[in-house]
Nanobody, 119 residues
Framework: QVQLVESGGGLVQPGGSLRLSCAASGSIFRIYVMGWYRQAPGKQRELVAAISSGGSTNYANSVKGRFTISRDDAKITVYLQMNNLRPEDTAAYYC?????????????WGQGTQVTVSS
């Protein structure tokens, strides 16, 4: 059984910063891609950032230069540093990890953490 626990969301003023964390636990043998997605009310869930096992990163155009994704495989944790936040960044943020647990590789989602950017 694999569990993901997210933390770090909250209310922040425009221009502020937040750091999201997503820690995995369970019978995990290998971690592949780690990513962050977000979903605003009435909108589809979208990819924000992803990082491969080799450290290659991919960002949505809307967050390039403001957000940074990183990973700590020893802690089985992925982070999202969000700077210069804008009201349009308001959404529920979800982590997704591609993990080998037992003989299978599967995608696991966190429970979501709310980020609200407002003055």
């Amino acid at each position: 059984q694999v569990q993901l626990v997210e933390s770090g969301g909250g209310l922040v003023q425009p221009g502020g910063s937040l750091r999201l964390s997503c820690a995995a636990s369970g019978s995990i043998f290998r971690i592949y891609v780690m990513g962050w997605y977000r979903q605003a009310p009435g909108k589809q869930r979208e990819l924000v950032a992803a990082i491969s096992s080799g450290g290659s990163t991919n960002y949505a155009n809307s967050v390039k230069g403001r957000f940074t994704i990183s990973r700590d495989d020893a802690k089985i944790t992925v982070y999202l540093q969000m700077n210069n936040l804008r009201p349009e960044d308001t959404a529920a943020y979800y982590c997704k990890l591609s993990i080998m647990a037992g003989p299978n590789v599967g995608d696991y989602w966190g429970q979501g953490t709310q980020v609200t950017v407002s003055s």
